[in-house]
């Protein structure tokens, strides 16, 4: 008994691409607006008080957010560059490879991002014990729950 959707391999690769495109929307949506926000807080006037350190994680929090949003992005202009050379299939690969590094580099950025708010914010000693239960948090939904999802009911055969 055969298993799985009756598709011709580039079928395949235009519904895989389909649903990559969507899922990259929901992304590129959250960091291009986290990394605008990140690129005005310069301007605001309690920047010149910042500390050395904290100078330091927002130009970290910076960089992770402009890698991200590259990454991101980046499917978009592979897809448009190679597009009609009847490659989508190593395509759909690569986009999904860059969406992957995008999504790791995102919640780097959004942990570093919280990280620097709530340092500026409190000046507690709670806040990395704080900051690492909400990147566990994050590591949980994003890659953990989809992973085991993924080895409990992939059907082996």
């Not at 895989?16 to 949506?29: K, M, N």
């Not at 929090?61 to 989508?88: D, E």
Request: proline content about 4%; some cysteine; charged content about 15%.
């Amino acid at each position: 008994m055969s298993r799985g959707r009756r598709e011709t391999p580039d079928e395949r690769a235009d519904r895989q691409w389909g649903e990559l495109v969507q899922e990259i929307r929901v992304a590129q949506t959250g960091v291009q607006i986290l990394f605008g926000f990140l690129l005005t807080v310069v301007f605001a006037p309690r920047f010149a008080d910042l500390s050395d350190l904290n100078r330091g994680i927002y130009i970290t929090t910076v960089v992770l957010g402009a890698a991200a949003t590259g990454a991101l992005i980046g499917p978009v202009s592979f897809h448009r560059i190679v597009s009609g050379r009847r490659i989508k299939p190593q395509t759909v690969v690569w986009a999904s490879r860059l969406t992957f590094v995008g999504l790791v580099l995102l919640l780097a950025t959004m942990v570093s991002a919280l990280f620097l708010v709530l340092r500026v914010a409190t000046h507690d000693g709670f806040v990395p014990w704080l900051v690492s239960g909400v990147a566990l948090w994050y590591l949980v939904c994003w890659f953990v729950l989809p992973l085991w999802a993924r080895n409990r009911y992939t059907t082996r055969g």
